[in-house]
């Protein structure tokens, strides 16, 4: 009899572990209301917000049928209910636990689902959330990012369909945007980045010129969207000072002799000028010594040619040293701001840190203005 006692002792401690399952929690969802949004598009909204509930595994919600025949028996409507009161009352009437009930609204381009989630008997609203809508087409991974809020479990978007076996995709944002992304080295696009990468680990920069890079490393997951929203702080960091550096020092090299080129042709033109001047009033002497002559007229030809062949030389001559002087004083601004990114090269390497520039604002004393610091 002793083992048999034993055995039904055991079973019935070990009963809990076979029968506790965890306890869903009865929830009712009313319809969000919709401000700026067709009906038609938040009841959907709504819709789509029960069935993630269910798929979470938490929540033991309400037939939306089965929600309105009870409450037009109780002469109740949900259509309106944004106040916790009148959550609070439908839900006493429904039996539920908690209550879900919100908004979805239209702010200019900017669409928002914002819930909150109300305790039936404290009346309490134990938890609310937020999330922004891209477009409607988009709005079931919104609404799958909210009920992960309320849940407690994270909603893993899934990739495309046509994503190819062994990869994920890669999705990069960035504040300000069209910044430069580059994926394990690679230049893989600009920002709006979408793009199948491989499943592992990924090293990723975002770079844009006049803000401090950001480079870090990401797990992409096959099948899945690794979504990145990054924001660039305003500042020059080493790679962007030795690119500014390369390109002045390239500036120079071809505005310089560029300059060089045209004073060249403006001496050449002021040469030219001079000679054929000076020939035209040699010949101009005998011309004037024998004006009646046949001879006398092909030589005034030949004299006013030379003289119109000096003039364009002339005219040459004062456009190169136009564009030349332009070209000298690009090339100056060049030599400027070259020394300028080559200290700065070299203090951001010898510190191992970034140069930024952020607005200086002093309401107290009212001071305005930027500072530049450096990093260490």
């Known amino acids: ?45 709504s819709d789509i917000f029960r069935n993630e509930l269910v798929a979470s595994e938490r929540f033991d919600v309400l037939d939306r049928n089965n929600m309105e025949n009870i409450l037009k028996e109780q002469a109740l409507q949900q259509t309106g209910c944004t106040e916790s009161a009148c959550a609070v009352k439908i839900g006493r ?53 909210l009920v992960a809020q309320f849940s407690g479990k994270k ?89 500014q550096k390369t390109a002045t020092f390239t500036g120079i090299l071809w505005k310089g002799g560029t300059s060089a080129a045209l004073f060249g042709l403006m001496t050449t033109g002021l040469l030219l000028g001079r000679m054929y001047a000076g020939e035209s009033d040699n010949l101009l002497t005998s011309y004037n010594a024998d004006l009646i002559t046949a001879s006398a007229t092909s030589l005034g030809d030949r004299i006013a040619g030379g003289y119109d062949v000096a ?29 300028y990114y080559s200290d700065l090269t070299s203090k951001l390497k010898s510190s191992k840190t970034s140069f930024s520039v952020l607005p200086r604002i002093d309401a107290v004393n009212g001071a305005y203005g930027l500072t530049a610091a450096i990093r260490f």
């Open 1 to 45: 009899m002793k083992p048999l006692i034993l055995i039904a002792l055991v079973l019935i401690c070990m009963q809990p572990l076979f029968t506790a399952v965890e306890k869903k929690i009865r929830v009712g969802v009313i319809d969000f209301t919709p401000k700026g949004i067709s009906d038609i598009e938040s009841s959907a909204a």
């Open 93 to 145: 009437v429904l039996n539920m636990q908690y209550m879900f009930y919100g908004t979805f609204l239209k702010m200019g381009t900017a669409m928002y689902i914002a819930v909150d989630m109300i305790n039936v008997e404290t009346a309490k609203i134990e938890k609310s959330a937020r999330v922004k809508v891209e477009s409607i087409d988009t709005a079931e991974d919104s609404i799958k990012d």
């Open 155 to 243: 909603q893993q978007k899934k990739a495309s369909s046509y994503v190819t076996k062994g990869f994920g995709v890669l999705s990069v944002t960035s504040s300000p945007s069209d910044a430069d992304v580059y994926v394990d080295g690679a230049f893989a696009g600009k920002t709006k980045l979408f793009q199948e990468v491989r499943t592992g680990n990924h090293r990723i920069k975002v770079a844009r010129p006049g803000c401090l890079p950001k480079e870090f490393e990401e797990i992409v997951e096959e099948g899945q969207t690794r979504e990145i929203n990054i924001i660039l702080q305003k500042g020059i960091g080493i790679d962007e000072a030795e690119a």
């Open 311 to 339: 003039d364009a030389w002339y005219l040459i001559a004062e456009s190169s040293m136009v564009a030349a002087i332009a070209f000298a004083v690009w090339t100056g601004f060049d030599v400027y701001f070259h020394l």
